[in-house]
């Protein structure tokens, strides 16, 4: 009887751990949308790829959202723009533009970048397909690097008396991978300009035989100025000046009388 209590509890553990996992468990986390939007590129709102982004606004904002693209991703932007459903007096027209981390606008080669939305019309779709990110190029070329880009949508025309009316705009981000042999190189740096304000050039130390042979003759010439295009002029000026006044006396002194 023993024997077969043991082996019923067996099988009851077995089968207890033969039951799957709740689905649930492997699910992923969903994305929160993102809520905001910035009025600069200092103030961008990070986006991620396929976080959905719902933002409340009003006709003649500057909306301004940042994301990260890495080499061989072509970064792929699609926005509805729902209008105001009264209240507006003509058309207006969209723009959508992208630009790098240097602040370089970027090309898109696919999708409708600046559309016109009629009076009647309820909402207008934009969009804009970057190149391939390049991870590496010439430093006079403005291909796409892996780096920061920055998304920014405006009006470009609207009647003045439509500016502050309320709409909703709804954009979605996606960077699918493009052909990974397209280019074969390595970014060196970044293409950034190496500025340091504040920082004190100092000129490069004299020549140590010309240290060496002064110290041997006894003789130094540090006394002496350092000549340069202002010296020349300033005794030419100065000879100048001395010969026009004697020339101008000699005219102007009366003649003794004999």
């Known amino acids: 009887m023993r024997i077969k209590h043991l082996a019923a509890t067996g099988a009851l553990i077995v089968g ?20 905001t939007a910035g009025t600069s590129f200092l103030t961008a709102v990070p986006i991620s790829a396929d976080q959905p982004v719902e933002v409340g606004a009003v006709t003649g904002d500057y909306l301004y959202w940042q994301f990260t693209a890495g080499a061989g991703q072509r970064p792929d932007l699609s926005t509805t ?11 207006e027209s969209w723009i959508i533009e992208v630009f790098d981390g240097l602040r370089r606008r970027q090309a898109c080669v696919a999708g409708e970048q600046s559309p016109v939305a009629g009076k009647g019309d309820a909402q207008v779709t934009l969009g804009c397909r970057l190149r391939q990110v390049r991870s590496w190029a010439e430093p006079q070329d403005g291909d796409p690097l892996p780096g920061t880009y920055y998304v920014r949508l405006s009006t470009t025309r609207v009647p003045e008396t439509d ?27 970044p293409l950034v300009p190496d500025n340091q304000p504040g920082t004190v050039l100092t000129a490069p130390a004299p020549a140590a035989s010309a240290g060496a042979d002064t110290e041997k003759s006894g003789f130094s010439m540090d006394w002496l100025p350092d000549f340069s295009g202002r010296w ?15 020339f101008g006396f000699s005219l102007t002194r009366r003649r003794r009388r004999a």
């Open 232 to 246: 020349f002029w300033t005794a030419g000026g100065g000879i100048l000046a001395a010969l026009t006044g004697l």
């Open 16 to 35: 207890i751990a033969a039951v799957p996992a709740p689905a649930f468990a492997d699910d992923p986390k969903p994305i929160a949308p993102v809520k």
């Open 81 to 91: 723009v729902t209008l105001p459903g009264d209240g507006r007096s003509g058309d």
């Open 163 to 189: 500016l502050g009316l309320p709409l909703k705009v709804s954009l979605t981000l996606r960077t699918p991978n493009g052909d990974q042999d397209a280019d074969q190189g390595e970014l060196a740096k």
